[in-house]
């Protein structure tokens, strides 16, 4: 499944319906707090069907926001990855974090930081990232930091 970076506010659109079905339907994500100011700034990826219909998402965050988000110098963040229901178990998740990884390193970027619910540690941890510091609540949802070096 082809997964591009979001070049159009169409695009941008779709990815954000993603968001919407998984965060805020799904899982019960006040919509004012899914969608912020980073998304203005942020590279966007997007997998699409073959019918055209969004599948999944993820946003990369670099540069001086990631910087200031994460208070370490060289590393990214990869946030906001979403996947609808009938997608999931296709390996697209792990296609969308490889994606941003690729996007991350051809930033600079040394690392990659996420904040992964609990309930995705294992996943996250297939795919070579380590947890760091203890559980705390987003949006109502237990999160955990999660680090992997390239």
């Keep these: 499944m082809p997964i591009a970076v979001v070049s159009t506010e169409a695009e941008l659109e779709l990815a954000r319906r993603v968001r919407l079905e998984v965060f805020v339907e799904e899982q019960g994500v006040p919509a004012e707090l899914e969608y912020d100011d980073l998304d203005a700034t942020s590279l966007h990826l ?9 599948l999944g998402t993820a946003r990369l965050i670099s540069g001086a926001e990631a910087l200031a988000l994460t208070g370490v110098e060289g590393r990214v963040l990869l ?9 999931r178990g296709t390996g697209l998740g792990a ?18 930081e996420l904040h992964a619910q609990v309930q995705a540690l294992g996943f996250y941890e297939r795919l070579g990232y380590a947890a760091e510091g203890p ?10 930091t999660m680090v992997k070096s390239f």
């Design 95 to 112: 296609d969308l974090v490889r994606a941003v990884e690729r996007a991350g390193r051809e930033r600079g970027a040394r690392q990659c």
């Design 135 to 144: 559980v705390y609540q987003d949006a109502g949802i237990p999160h955990r």
């Design 46 to 54: 997007l997998a699409l069907g073959e019918d055209g219909v969004p």
């Design 79 to 87: 946030g906001r990855l979403a996947v609808v229901k009938r997608a």
